[in-house]
Nanobody, 127 residues
């Protein structure tokens, strides 16, 4: 079993930045596809950014528009999400997810294809 623990969420103003961190335990992160998803009440989880394990390709949701960067440190079993120029519509609970192998698709796989999830961290962006 893999356990994931997110941190780094908080309340910021529009235009500010946050860095989310997800630490994995129980398995070696290297072979896992990892990603960040977010959710608001009444909606399904939405893909924010993912890293594909086969070639470390990264994919982002259309709404990101260059504002976010996902990265992974295999030695630390950690994945990060640097979020810049935050907007009120980025508000939500952000979840770290992992699965092995990475879903064989280009782009962000549907959240249902990920097996392991963290507890989530709240991100609130005020206008």
């Amino acid at each position: 079993q893999m356990q994931l623990a997110e941190s780094g969420g908080g309340l910021v103003q529009s235009g500010e930045s946050l860095r989310l961190t997800c630490v994995a335990s129980g398995r070696n992160f290297h072979w896992y596809g990892v990603g960040w998803f977010r959710q608001v009440p009444g909606k399904e989880k939405e893909g924010v950014a993912v890293i594909r394990s086969s070639d470390d390709s990264t994919y982002y949701g259309d709404f990101v528009n260059g504002r976010f960067t996902i990265s992974k440190d295999n030695a630390k079993n950690t994945v990060y999400l640097q979020m810049n120029s935050l907007k009120p519509e980025d508000t939500g609970i952000y979840y770290c997810a992992a699965t092995v192998p990475s879903p064989p698709v280009d782009g962000i796989p549907r959240y249902t294809l990920y097996d392991y999830w963290g507890q989530g961290t709240q991100v609130t962006v005020s206008s």
